[in-house]
């Protein structure tokens, strides 16, 4: 008797050992992402159904404007005008599937993101010193996809020295110039900092008016986040490893803050806008449903649900949102900014967040049944 049932458990183990689906490398999804996936039907996605997803819907046809210029969304996004039920809408016309990291995993880093407001005045004073700067003449964006097609999703950001093209200016050696042209000054040069990692936000004016600046080039250096490299020196312990903790520690210890500013070489520069935070889609990023994406894995326009949490308050985030944004640290398959809006909860939020969470992606459904 026990050695049928042994031999019963052997074949159990077998069997289901072998029916483990492993994430693969879908060829008909070579086009949109890299990232390896697993097919999943949405009943098994968890909070799916739960969610709000005629609001989701909305948010989907808003950023249909921009997205729908892409081969990927053009005849979902036509369809979209047809529905006012979400769920009806997502079920009908997508297939989902969740990325995995190339190691088999399928959760990776989520953090946040909000649009800050600062103090500022459209001419420099003794206390509005700190420029926010437009893009600079200077700077030239070479393009060698046509010579090297291998090359399309990257550009060289450089100035010409003598008959040579060389790297543009660091961030460091941005603020020594002063010849270059800028949008507006503000008053707090962390702030700043932190506009630039943010990529959008608001000047409130001396006079009472609001600009809004948003994120139009970058200097070509790679992004370094100043959290890490201070959390690893151990001097965040009584600060906390969020902005909020960072700003404070840099303000207990001001002869740091060149040291830790200029490690990041990377530096924005903004464009003032007619609408509030744009996102690199094109459209008005929307509070809690829209996400920053590496595009390499997840294209902009497309409908993402996130399995995470809130940091501070600790409640579950089950949502669809629309990958609509990019940012110079959002990289890997599983890797996500999830966008809070403004005012101080969204700065606590997302000054707070970072968290692990999955990603499942929603493609339509005439792409994924055409190859």
Not at 99 to 107: A, I, V
Not at 146 to 155: A, G
Not at 220 to 239: A, P, R
Not at 329 to 335: H, Y
Request: net charge positive; aromatic share 12%.
């Amino acid at each position: 008797m026990k050695t049928i049932i042994a031999s019963i458990l052997l074949l159990t183990i077998f069997f289901t050992g072998c029916s483990q689906k492993e994430p693969i490398k879908l060829q008909k999804l070579d086009e949109i992402s890299k990232a390896k996936v697993f097919k999943v039907d949405l009943n098994a996605i968890e909070g799916f159904y739960e969610d709000d997803l005629n609001y989701a819907l909305e948010v989907f046809k808003k950023d249909c404007k921009r997205a729908k210029r892409y081969k990927l969304f053009k005849e979902t996004c036509e369809k979209a005008n047809g529905y006012e039920n979400g769920s009806k809408f997502f079920t009908e016309n997508f297939i989902a599937y969740e990325l995995y990291n190339q190691n088999g995993t399928n959760t990776g880093i989520i953090t946040g993101y909000y649009e800050p407001l600062l103090k500022g005045s459209l001419t420099k004073t003794s206390r509005y010193k700190y420029p926010i700067y437009k893009t600079p003449k200077d700077m030239y964006i070479v393009d060698l996809s046509s010579i090297y097609p291998e090359l399309k999703k990257y550009r060289l950001r450089g100035k010409l020295k003598g008959n040579k093209v060389i790297p543009y200016d660091d961030r460091e050696s941005i603020d020594q110039r002063d010849d270059l042209e800028a949008i507006c000054y503000v008053d707090d040069r962390l702030d700043l900092f932190f506009l630039h990692i943010q990529g959008s936000g608001k000047v409130e004016l001396e006079n009472g008016e609001f600009l809004n600046v948003g994120y139009a080039n970058q200097n070509g250096h790679k992004y370094k986040g100043i959290g890490g490299m201070l959390l690893k020196e151990g001097v965040l312990q009584d600060y906390g490893a969020s902005m909020q903790g960072i700003k404070a520690y840099l303000k207990d210890n001001p002869q740091r803050v060149d040291e830790v500013l200029y490690a990041n070489k990377s530096y924005v520069f903004f464009s003032q806008r007619t609408q509030g935070a744009i996102g690199a889609l094109g459209t008005q990023l929307t509070a809690g449903r829209n996400l920053a994406v590496d595009r390499n894995y997840i294209p902009l326009g497309m409908p993402v649900f996130i399995n995470t949490k809130n940091s501070v308050t600790q409640e579950k985030i089950n949502r669809l949102m629309v990958a609509a944004d990019v940012g110079g640290a959002i990289k890997g398959e599983i890797r996500a900014d999830f966008f809070y809006g403004n005012g101080k909860d969204a700065e606590i939020y997302a000054g707070g967040m970072k968290e692990q969470g999955k990603l499942t992606i929603l493609v339509p459904k005439e792409f994924a049944s055409s190859k």
